[in-house]
């Protein structure tokens, strides 16, 4: 039975689908003022991750990501930069798709932009408004009043009369209660505005995503995602609006999951504070599966502290699975018979039940992949001894093959490599021939060019490997 930690009840709880076959996940997008660093990538994959395992039991998943692309941050970048702040937000959208892409994130079904969902947006408002949950003030603001939602604090453990604002929340004397919070903003000049019955306006940043989750998923769904710094007061806040709108304290989503920080020297990376590297900066240096590697080594509610040590060790590790993955698929192009792979199919059976288990137990990413370890080790074994002679089982070694190839397709792992073969092969067949020129200068004792050519591969990224069964290549 799958358990996931639940933000709400603070424990871990067994997961029952609303619905069933059917997972409905909303993850929290990014606001696209500036290109995304290492610490926005973490949620996303971990969703990615999540989705797919979901898939691999066989639900059927319909996962929303929002843009929130109406907001002062992305103003400002587009009156510092004079441009529009559509183009802003377009351009980093783009970038966002760019590195997400990189790190091997699947797309979502939907991706709603604010800008898109305003109609939307100014109904549920007015709900509020007629439910006695908003006020609107004379100048066109509207505010959510937390004292009339009996609930506030619930996600958060927080007590009203204990809280402060958050960071994004204007404090304005007319308010009832300091903590009221912006639903409607009125218009201010240079700055982008849309009709509505208080006035020109925009939305605040929390009912955006209440109603853009409540459109595309219903009024209840399985998972509500993000990073733990959402917690307060953003998902606080949606909860209020979504379950005073709808009327009912057991509505909107049912399961909160939120991953830890990503830490620079132990300090929460972040723009605010500079102390962060963008995603496609990193993808200057390694690929992105290393770093979505990287990711996927600590479990997802773990700080995680970025450093170059770490993500080097990251890609040393990768490197010993992607040698296995070479091994797994020079295999797979063999035939014979025999039992010589019984033992290692039962123990990829094994391996592929701790993998399962370790998934069940929230999304414990760091534990399965050590199943990806052992089971790579098993192989590695298993290759050797063919490589030394040992009559080659394929029927026992395809049951083994499955296992490692649902277990790393759950993680997300050579899955650019996989693009890479299915392209004409002429890199495969570029590589022969260099390696070929390189076996006829070792015959004829030309160490001079033999090492030219093994360094200069290395260079380029390439290595070359001696086997008994002759010289593999692989990237780095």
Known sequence: MLKVYNTMTRQKEEFHPLKPGEVSIYCCGVTPYNAPHIGNARPFVTWD??????????YQVHY???????????????????????DVADRNIAIYFHSMDALGVRRADVYPRVSETMADIIKMVQTLIDKGYAYALDNGDVFYSVEKFHGYGKLSGRKLEDMQAGARIEVDTRKHHPMDFALWKSAKPGEPSWDSPWGKGRPGWHIECSTMSLKYLGEKFDFHGGGSDLIFPH?????????????DDHSFAQYWVHNGFITIHNEKMSKSKNNFFTVEDILKQYPG????????????????????DRIKEAQTSLGRLETTQGYVTELAKKTGTGDSATALAEKAAACKERFDAAMDDDFNTALAISELFALSKELNIYYQAVADGTPFDAAHFAQAKTAWDEMASIIGLFEQSEESSASDGLADKLMDLIIAIRQDARKEKNWALADRIRDELKE???????????VRWKRM
């Open 64 to 86: 929303i990501q929002n843009f929130t692309d109406v907001d002062d941050k992305i103003i400002n970048t587009a009156n510092k930069e004079q441009t529009t702040w559509k």
């Open 49 to 58: 991750v999540i989705r797919r395992y979901f898939a691999a039991r066989g």
């Open 235 to 247: 998902h606080e806040n949606e909860i209020a609006q979504s379950q005073a709108c709808i009327g």
């Open 460 to 470: 380029a990224g390439v290595a070359l490997e001696d086997t008994k069964t002759g």
């Open 289 to 308: 599966a290393v770093v979505r590697f990287f990711i996927l080594q600590t479990h997802y509610r773990s700080p995680l502290d970025f450093s170059e």
